[in-house]
């Protein structure tokens, strides 16, 4: 999978709205409230394009096969013969023994433990075996789960597995009463303005339908790394995770999962997860127990214009690879900092997030074709995808620098440099003290930026090391100031920065107007 850097604009705002519909209760009570909670395109197939005159039919056929999901886990309890600690007070205080005697009365009653519930949805996709889906924060972290039929019958399931990163989880039921199924569908087929039926558990109250449109594909609402939500206008609320939304042809192209929604409730603004990215998850939980994902070994970022332009790119698209984790597949390839994936086995990257996407879904050990943009043209180079899972386990995936080699710094102190609206300085040991910086790491440290300047627009700041400038190495303030200027004389609107953070790589242009 590439990894891709953290979003820190834009979205922040919907994300703090995000709610995922599951509603939740504590026993013994009788409020009901909402948790927070919620990656792929869209599918399915597209009969009549028309509004029916009644969706009657089609939610008589499809209600048996929604089922509501019940989860119960045991709260904490304070171990035996345990109780809170006495405030402190003067020695000989009255208040001492007062609370003494209360808490030793506490402990002497036996106080039943207490259960939180919660409520989501879920369908059956396989009558035979029993196989149930619905999203991982349902039942993440459930004692207990249980499955309810249309018509009431309560069945214990089991967890075969779930997957965080998508919020997709599969439960097996075993039961002699006959079971309803659904088939998945084409998301891809999906076109916005196409009618769907979403059927859920809203608040606990049971099975409910409600109808609407695509409202919009591709939404990225930072809850995964994969995220390619279907935005729909039927109304979705708290209870609804993991129910299933229909096309006009009786098939789940989506997962409901997210609402946007400043106070809980539906405003109309409701997000699935895409059928297609679902049936791959789906079929790894129900074969392995886990996903098992295919892994490239880059970190990546967006290509914007400026980057494009800097780096001789016709149109900012692909992902810009910041760095590449040492001896990973993508290293092994032959796949450098700097490089523009613009292709992945035959499938373009107009994106920065498509990358991870189209990575992932590729199979483990497979020798795929990678076409680069390098240094002004395009090559194309093999790479070997490796499993996504397996490198989490081995913690390869926040791997920086190799840091084998810490050689002694020995820079002198220098004047600081101005350039670009920045104080520039080789690095010294007490610079590297200062800033953190890694005893390996070689480059021009930025010791101020100036206030207004280009630089403090891009979020250059001081402490940041400048690696290389149009993608060559610099290693002293003068071999920044002669590249901008080679950049200047050669007329290029901006110039590429290679900046590390504390260990953390990316990619700045800066205008040079």
């Given at each position: 999978m590439a990894e891709a850097r953290p979003r820190k604009a834009g979205v922040r705002?919907?994300?703090?709205?995000?709610?995922?519909?599951?509603t939740s209760v504590m026993a013994g009570g009788a409020v009901m409230g909402g948790i927070a909670a919620a990656p792929a395109q869209a599918q399915a197939a597209t009969p009549n394009r028309n509004a029916p005159g009644s969706f009657a039919d089609l939610a008589e056929k499809l209600l048996p096969a929604v089922v509501n999901i019940?989860?119960?886990?045991?709260?904490?309890?304070?171990?035996?013969?345990?109780?809170?600690?006495?405030p402190q007070f003067p020695p000989?205080?009255?208040?001492?023994?007062?609370?003494?005697d209360f808490f030793d009365r506490q402990q002497q009653q036996d106080q039943p433990q207490r259960k939180a519930t919660s409520l989501g949805s879920g369908f059956i996709i396989d009558a035979k075996n029993g196989y149930v889906v619905t999203n991982n924060h349902v039942v993440q972290d459930a004692d207990e789960i249980t499955v309810i039929l249309q018509d009431d019958t309560n069945i214990k399931a089991e967890l075969v597995?779930?997957?965080?990163?998508?919020?997709?989880?599969?439960?097996?039921?075993?039961?002699?009463?006959?079971?309803?199924?659904?088939?998945?569908?084409?998301?891809?087929?999906?076109?916005?303005?196409?009618?769907?039926?979403?059927?859920?558990?809203?608040?606990?109250?049971?099975?409910?339908?409600?109808?609407?449109?695509?409202?919009?594909?591709?939404?990225?609402?930072?809850?995964?790394?994969?995220?390619?939500?279907?935005?729909?206008?039927?109304?979705i609320n708290r209870g609804n995770s993991g129910g299933p939304m229909f096309n006009l042809n009786g098939e789940v192209i989506g997962i409901n999962t997210a609402i946007f929604s400043p106070s809980g409730g539906s405003v109309g603004i409701g997000f699935a997860i895409p059928s297609n990215l679902?049936?791959?998850?789906?079929?790894?939980?129900?074969?392995?127990?886990?996903?098992?994902?295919?892994?490239?070994?880059?970190?990546?970022?967006?290509?914007?214009?400026?980057?494009?332009?800097s780096l001789g790119l016709p149109g900012h698209k692909g992902a810009l690879v910041a760095s590449v984790t040492p001896d990973g597949p993508a290293a092994k390839g032959g796949i450098q900092a700097g490089d523009v994936v613009t292709k992945f086995d035959g499938r373009e990257i107009d994106e920065m997030r498509r990358l991870p996407r189209v990575v992932a879904e590729t199979s483990i050990d497979k020798a795929v074709p990678v076409e680069v943009w390098r240094k002004g043209k395009s090559q194309t180079v093999q790479v070997k995808v490796g499993e996504l899972e397996a490198a989490e386990e081995q913690g390869l995936l926040a791997a920086g620098p190799d840091e084998k080699q810490q050689p002694k710094d020995k820079a002198p102190a220098q004047k600081p440099t101005e350039s670009l609206g920045m104080k520039l300085t080789a690095i010294t040991p007490e610079l590297r003290q200062q800033y953190e910086i890694k005893p390996d790491m070689k480059g021009v440290v930025i010791t101020d930026v100036v206030s207004n300047s280009t630089a403090a627009e891009k979020g250059l700041r001081a402490g940041d090391v400048i690696i290389e400038v149009g993608q060559e190495e610099v290693r002293k303030p003068e071999d920044v100031t002669a590249k901008v200027q080679k950049a200047k004389e050669q007329s290029?609107?901006?110039?590429?920065?290679?900046?590390?953070?504390?260990?953390?790589?990316?990619?700045?242009?800066?205008?040079l107007s």
């Open positions: 705002p919907l994300v703090a709205a995000i709610v995922w519909g599951m019940s989860t119960s886990q045991n709260a904490p309890q304070r171990p035996q013969g345990q109780r809170p600690e006495i000989g205080s009255p208040f001492e023994d007062f609370f003494k597995g779930k997957d965080s990163k998508t919020d997709l989880a599969l439960l097996k039921i075993k039961t002699s009463h006959p079971l309803v199924a659904v088939p998945f569908g084409d998301s891809d087929a999906m076109r916005v303005g196409d009618w769907v039926l979403a059927i859920g558990n809203p608040f606990g109250l049971g099975g409910s339908v409600t109808a609407g449109i695509i409202s919009a594909r591709q939404r990225n609402i930072d809850a995964g790394p994969y995220d390619d939500f279907l935005q729909t206008d039927a109304s679902a049936k791959q998850v789906v079929a790894q939980l129900k074969d392995y127990g886990k996903t098992r994902r295919g892994w490239l070994g880059v970190r990546i970022q967006a290509v914007t214009p400026e980057i494009a332009e290029k609107k901006s110039v590429l920065l290679l900046v590390d953070r504390k260990g953390d790589l990316r990619f700045v242009a800066i205008p």
